[in-house]
């Protein structure tokens, strides 16, 4: 069975800091690089971080040096570090396996809200 759950959002003041997790399906989780989206009001969902198998990672420019990925193969879950928050990362924020597809599976997401 597909599963894909976030937690860790929340309002958070500019300048502060969240870390959000997502624990995954092993059918998703185990041999995908897996990432952190994220959708804006009136946005497209965006893909701000991945990490792949082996650990490496990649990041949006917007979120470069704020944000950190990481994977924890274990547990089936990945990991969002946000520091340094500003107002436009206020969003759901997803995860899933890179990339994703038409008609993909997703889960219901966490809320971050940054206010200035």
């Known amino acids: 069975q597909v599963q894909l759950v976030e937690s860790g959002g929340g309002l958070v003041q500019a300048g502060g800091s969240l870390r959000l997790s997502c624990t995954a399906s092993?059918?998703?989780?185990?041999?995908?690089?897996m990432g952190w989206y994220r959708q804006a009001p009136g946005k497209q969902r965006e893909l701000v971080a991945r990490v792949f198998t082996a650990g490496g990672t990649t990041y949006a420019d917007s979120v470069r040096g704020r944000f950190t990925i990481s994977r924890d193969n274990a547990k089936n879950t990945i990991y969002l570090q946000m520091n340094d928050l500003k107002p436009e990362d206020t969003a759901v924020y997803y995860c899933?396996?890179?990339?994703?597809?038409?008609?993909?599976?997703w889960g219901q997401g966490t809320q971050v809200t940054v206010s200035s």
């Open positions: 092993g059918s998703i989780f185990r041999f995908n690089t």
């Open positions: 899933n396996k890179v990339p994703t597809f038409a008609f993909e599976y």
